[in-house]
Structures are given as C-alpha cells and as structure tokens.
C-alpha cells in the first residue's frame, strides 16, 4: 500500500482532477451545442409558422425560455464543478509552480465567467421577445 506522502500518489491524483476538469469542460461544450441546436430549431419552427393556429409561437417561445433557464442551471453547475477542481489542484502539496499555475488558472476561470452566460442571455432575451410579440399581437392593428 502506497504511502499518502507518495509523489506518485500525488501525481495520480492531480491526473484524476486534470481528467474531470477536462471531462467537464468536454461534457459543457456539447451541451452548449446541443442548447444552441434546439433553440435555433425552436425559433426556426416560430419564424417558419408565425401566428399558426398549429404552432403556437407564445409556446415555441415558452419552451426556448425554458431551455434557456435550463441552460444556465447546467452553466452553473459545471462552473461549480471546475472551479472546485481547480481550488483542489491549487491547494495540493509539492511543486509550488503547480499549485500557482491552478491558482492562475482558476482565476482566469472566475473572471470569464461573464461570458459564458451572454448566448443564454440573448436566447432568453428572444424567447421572451417572442412571447411578449404573441401576447400583444392580437392587439397590433393589422394591415
């Protein structure tokens, strides 16, 4: 049985954390495109129908809220998960540049976070757009 204070055991565990960042950076990138397929599908299906009696555009426009609020749950939650990897990776004994470079990188992690919300922000902007435009269309005059 390997000894806790082990260099091996270190580097093993610094391997595992590595691999989950990266596992959860990957799992991230292909849900952000498949939110982005769907939505673009959804409002695809809203453009496409307009004011159909069968497709409704104020329920295309409630499911791409939906989404997007889903979306920024599972941004959130993988963001929590990196950056608790990250804070372990900083925090391991041994080389010192390691633990800086994690420390680096987790605060360039926490500073982008602005960004990583900024396509769910314009999606939840346009499906609310799209239910506002349903709810006041009855009442627009028209040509």
């Known amino acids: 049985m390997p000894d806790a204070t082990d260099s091996s055991v270190g580097a093993d565990l610094i391997k595992v954390r590595q691999e989950a960042i990266d596992a959860a950076y ?5 849900t952000d495109k498949l939110h982005v397929s769907v939505c673009s599908a959804l409002i695809a299906l809203a453009t496409l129908f307009g004011h159909s009696p069968t497709l409704p ?8 809220l939906l989404l997007s609020i889903n979306w920024a749950w599972l941004i959130t939650r993988y963001r929590w998960k990196i950056v608790s990897e990250l804070t ?9 540049r390691i633990s800086e470079y994690y420390q680096a990188e987790q605060t360039r992690f926490q500073h982008d976070s602005r960004y990583d ?7 939840g902007f346009a499906s609310s757009v799209l239910i506002l435009f349903e709810i006041a269309a009855p009442s627009l005059p028209s040509s």
């Open 117 to 123: 919300y900024l396509i769910v922000g314009i999606v």
């Open 57 to 64: 555009v104020f329920l295309v426009g409630a499911l791409a």
């Open 26 to 30: 990957t799992s991230w990138i292909e």
């Open 88 to 96: 372990s990776l900083a925090q391991e004994p041994g080389d010192p």
